[in-house]
């Protein structure tokens, strides 16, 4: 099909918007209104900044190309980001479609009604939806609410149940984000190739290499080196288990063999799994309600789950006690 055929298409498709339907750019996530629809340009204006933008056709057409070039699918983090708006419009012609989680805009046989429209009803490509089974999503969502719930900028002035809260909150979430981040690198892994960086909206990644070594047996070793003219005990070094197993087996100190240095740091001792998931329940109750008009109840509800939340998790320290 020629593109003038989409083009006046995805024309008549604009002049039917209701006025004021926002788009969604679907790598940044801009927001936008179409203002006119002319015969070689689409104007747009974002509704963040109130900056307008023309569309051209040209672009348009280029996009379009691409997408036939690719066999109907098209990666859009490819495009530069400032043409970001284009696939959003595009995909207002029942032709073409964007699948923000493949991150791609594809052409398909028959039309479709998903597009990345948020007008008086909203469509699932801008509903937010809650990760099954992702520690991470829930420990981030209570720190969070930890975060705007206090003033963090002066550490210092905060009370100490407050910064239990938060140590423990912080150190639950770098665990879940590692084990996560590992399980994002295993099947990125497969999808990228040495020295071709893949780029998406926060950033970009980039497949490489590392060298791992471990020093073959002992005695093969020795046995290399001396036919090289190197004497073992340049090489042999005191082994630190063997030096414990003596120490064991001696009336040595420690300090006979160790320069000792003390330092404390805080660990995180428990968790109380039972307090957060009532914390995060409430939370999403919140979030659930946030679309629609809150009622007296639903707030004092709210505020005596988290007074009980703030009573359970508080503690007093050693010194409060003798107080």
Sequence with gaps: MPFSATWHTLLDELDKLEEGTELIA???????RITDVQEY??????STTEETRPLQHDQ???????????????????????????????????????DEDAGVITEVDAATGTQLVDGDSKTTASERT?????????????????????DVTDLSQLETPALVNLYTLLSDVQRDANDFRRDVADVLLDRLHHDQPVHGQ???????????????????????????????????????????????????SEAAVYDVDKSEYVRKAEVDEEVKASRLQG???????????????????IEELEDRIDELTSFNTGREMQE
């Design 283 to 301: 939370l999403k109750d919140r979030l659930a309600a946030s679309d629609e008009a809150e009622t007296d109840e639903l707030r004092e509800e």
């Design 202 to 252: 926060y950033g970009s990644v980039q497949r490489t290499a590392r060298r791992n070594r471990s020093l073959k047996d002992d005695a093969d070793v020795l046995a290399v080196l001396e036919d090289a003219g190197i004497e073992r005990e340049r090489v042999m070094s005191v082994d630190r288990e063997k030096v414990d197993e003596a120490l064991d087996v001696t009336g040595l």
């Design 130 to 150: 809650e990760p099954e089974e992702v520690d991470v999503y829930s420990d981030t969502l209570l720190l969070v609410d930890a975060l705007e719930r206090h």
């Design 60 to 98: 348009f057409e280029t996009l379009y190309q691409r997408i036939q070039d690719m066999d109907g699918e098209f990666d859009l983090s490819l495009l530069p980001s400032d043409t970001d708006p284009y696939p959003a419009v595009l995909s207002l012609h029942p032709r073409f479609e964007i």
């Design 41 to 46: 340009r689409v104007v747009v204006q974002f």
């Design 26 to 32: 679907p790598l940044s996530h801009d927001r936008f």
